[in-house]
T-cell receptor, first 114, second 109 residues
Framework: ETGVTQSPTHLIKTRGQQVTLRCSSQ?????VSWYQQALGQGPQFIFQ???????GRGNFPPRFSGLQFPNYSSELNVNALELDDSALYLC?????????????FGSGTRLTVV | AQRVTQPEKLLSVFKGAPVELKCNYS??????LFWYVQYSRQRLQLLLR??SRESIKGFTADLNKGETSFHLKKPFAQEEDSAMYYC???????????FGQGTRLTINP
């Protein structure tokens, strides 16, 4: 059984650029969520994908978008990067849409916007 | 609005002493409450959830709906308990977890 893997682990981008973060879900998990964790804060929900469709979204602007692929891997895209987008981005997968306790988290991608 | 408050950013206790990490929540419906833990250089992982009413690594947490609290307790702290602890809330069938800002617990020898 493989866990959740995220790439890259660290990334530095310039304000205004675009970034794509990647996540490979745990085997057998069909639901993936993305969270943003600013320094000193708890994770904040960005959105969730279930069977390639977005089925939940937090208070993030449209420049945060995502994709889920048939193999249940996923991407988080952020356009027009702002300095406040600097954070740790966590991907979490689970087996279905209702079992909130079944999350498996990745180690995260640390994004720095300069 | 859904909100989780962990009033202590840092908590330091001696080995063998009791530990209590506080968590208060705000939610209009019936919440599910969780404690997540992140040990040094490890990923975030579930410690326990209120529905299961279990004790994990000596930790317990009771949901008090009257006080809207879900404090995490352990009678005798161990050095390996040093970690970052997050309280989290979810509505029934909801898609997301709402996390508190976390408490860094340090157990002194």
């Amino acid at each position: 059984e493989t866990g959740v893997t995220q790439s890259p682990t660290h990334l530095i981008k310039t304000r205004g650029q675009q970034v794509t973060l990647r996540c490979s879900s745990q085997s057998g998990h069909n639901t993936v969520s993305w969270y943003q964790q600013a320094l000193g804060q708890g994770p904040q929900f960005i959105f969730q994908y279930y069977r390639e469709e977005e089925n939940g979204r937090g208070n993030f602007p449209p420049r945060f978008s995502g994709l889920q692929f048939p193999n249940y891997s996923s991407e988080l895209n952020v356009n027009a990067l702002e300095l406040d987008d600097s954070a740790l981005y966590l991907c979490a997968s689970r087996q279905d849409t209702t079992a909130n306790y079944g999350y498996t988290f990745g180690s995260g991608t640390r994004l720095t916007v300069v | 609005a859904q909100r989780v408050t962990q009033p202590e950013k840092l908590l330091s206790v001696f080995k063998g002493a009791p530990v209590e990490l506080k968590c208060n929540y705000s939610y209009s419906g019936s919440p599910e409450l969780f404690w997540y833990v992140q040990y040094s250089r490890q990923r975030l992982q579930l410690l326990l959830r209120h529905i299961s009413r279990e004790s994990i690594k000596g930790f317990t947490a009771d949901l008090n709906k009257g006080e809207t609290s879900f404090h995490l307790k352990k009678p005798f702290a161990q050095e390996e308990d040093s970690a970052m602890y997050y309280c989290a809330l979810s509505g029934l069938g909801a898609q997301k977890l709402v996390f508190g800002q976390g408490t860094r617990l340090t157990i002194n020898p």
